[in-house]
């Protein structure tokens, strides 16, 4: 097996694809902030159980659709570079790599994105369930005070 090396045009690509990925992110997890607030504002006030629900099951499908939007990036460049046969394969192998750590489906020359793929789902994820957890949070403090309103939270 010939030594790898990383080459400048891998790390270039990489940083390129990381970037458009927290880039994509960013928008997409501040834009669901702005839709949730919206929505609070408009139907002012949401304070039912479904009604606040709803807006974590909203978010929820919102926060996915941009995780999907950002792993079809890397699926795209792949099979633009020739890396993977087809669009199916190369967006199945870009999503398990996204969500965990599966290796070896690029050719040797970019094995570098294999590993940033994987460190930019983890970035990203991480960032998600912050923002889930907080309107989460939300959510159940408003329960919460709707069951017992003087109690402090």
Do not use: C
């Not at 909203?58 to 699926?75: G, H, K, M, Q, R």
């Not at 994987?118 to 923002?131: F, P």
């Amino acid at each position: 097996m010939p030594t790898y090396v990383i080459s400048m045009e891998e790390a270039l690509w990489g940083s390129v694809l990381v970037a458009i990925t927290m880039v994509i992110h960013g928008t997409g997890m501040f834009s669901i902030l702005r839709v949730v607030r919206a929505l609070k504002e408009r139907f002012q006030p949401m304070k039912s159980y479904f009604g606040g629900l709803s807006l974590v099951i909203l978010s929820s499908l919102l926060i996915i659709f941009t995780n999907v939007l950002e792993v079809i990036v890397w699926a795209a460049f792949f099979l633009f570079q020739g890396a993977q046969p087809n669009h199916s394969v190369a967006m199945y192998n870009a999503l398990l790599n996204y969500t965990t750590v599966q290796a070896g489906y690029l050719p040797q020359h970019w094995h570098l994105l294999e590993a940033l793929l994987a460190m930019v789902g983890l970035l990203t994820g991480a960032w998600s369930t912050g923002i889930l957890y907080m309107l989460a949070k939300d959510f159940q403090d408003a329960q919460l005070r709707k069951d017992d309103p003087g109690a402090p939270l």
